[in-house]
């Protein structure tokens, strides 16, 4: 429904500050840049510098699909400008709820952080302006990837085909098969803390990277769904701050030459908020159709006999090994 009152991103900063000058900067799709000499002139005297951009429906929306998937209008011009003038940190809010190509914004120096808020609802903007200052620590991990933009030339709209094709020149599509560099890759996710995370058998990351004391074996005797491992794993904050975590588990499958599979996730957990130094334990269980790969038959899959690497996030924790599948 309609939300009795809406919290903006100028709103929820000025709750948090007592003085926020607001710009409007350049029209959401226009090539009108008159806005942008106000901009300048108000990021060379504040201590701070949030920009928001983005997308609205007029962009995105059930019906109407995006013919390119950069910022529309003068959005990188605006933030190439406003960065090079500011006085003090830059912070840019994207808000979304597709990818979008911000390779020039995680590119430029003078960017000091940039926050992806989707489309936020009644108070959105005192998230985004609490999470801006710490209030929390932000725990989301991307559940799209987000594309270059020149994806769009290499993929036709009718090829719905998964996995790339050298052919025609489609580089594959998700995480599971695009080949090409993502501007920013399906599950990514940071924190104002940072943890470590290790199996319950005491091996290292380290340990985990050289295949040592961190294998589990799994063996198919029966009916797929059969056989399984639990891999019990320990979650701790290893940095100065309070913080969640959402933790996401990927499989990574042998390296042959006839699987275009690149990596597959497998479970996912979110931790409440854990203090410095302390620790959460989780459990993750994988059975045999969760290694599984496409089959020749189109629609099919099949479970691959050989070494999968876990990792959760991009932290490896270790190695199970399908045999007899």
Known sequence: GVPPYTINVV?????????????????????????????VHDAAAADATVLVLGLDQTQEREGHDRTQIGLPGVQDLL????????????????LSGGGV???????????????WAGYPGQSGGQAVAEAIFGAFSPSGRLPVTWYPSDYVNQV?????????????????????????????????????????VTLRNGATAQQAAAKEAARHVMRCKGPRGSAGVTLAVEVTNTGAMRAGMSALLFAVP???????????????????????GTRAS???????????????TEGSTRVLNGL??????????????????
Not at 171 to 196: A, H, I, L
Not at 259 to 272: D, E, P, S, T, W
Request: proline share 7%.
């Open 282 to 296: 989780l459990r993750f269980v994988v059975q045999d159709q969760h290694l599984s790969v496409p089959a020749e």
């Open 79 to 94: 933030v190439e400008a406003v960065a090079q003038a500011a006085r003090g940190p830059v912070v840019v809010v994207i």
């Open 156 to 196: 036709l709209m009718i090829d719905m085909h998964m996995r790339p094709n050298a052919t025609t020149g489609n580089p594959g599509r998700t995480y599971k098969y695009y080949t090409g560099s993502p501007v920013v890759p399906f599950g990514f996710g940071m924190s104002y803390s940072s943890f470590s």
């Open 254 to 276: 042998p390296a042959t030459a006839e699987v275009q599979l690149r990596r597959k996730l497998v479970a996912f957990h979110a931790l409440g908020e854990m203090e410095p």
């Open 101 to 115: 190509d911000v390779s020039a914004i995680l590119a430029n120096p003078r960017v000091h952080a940039l926050l």
């Open 11 to 39: 709103k929820g900063l000025a709750a948090m500050v007592k003085d926020v000058r607001y710009s409007m900067g350049c029209d959401m799709a226009s090539n009108n840049t008159g806005g942008i000499p106000q901009a």
């Open 308 to 325: 999968w690497s876990m990792l959760v996030n991009e932290q490896p924790i270790g190695f199970i090994e399908v045999a007899g599948c």
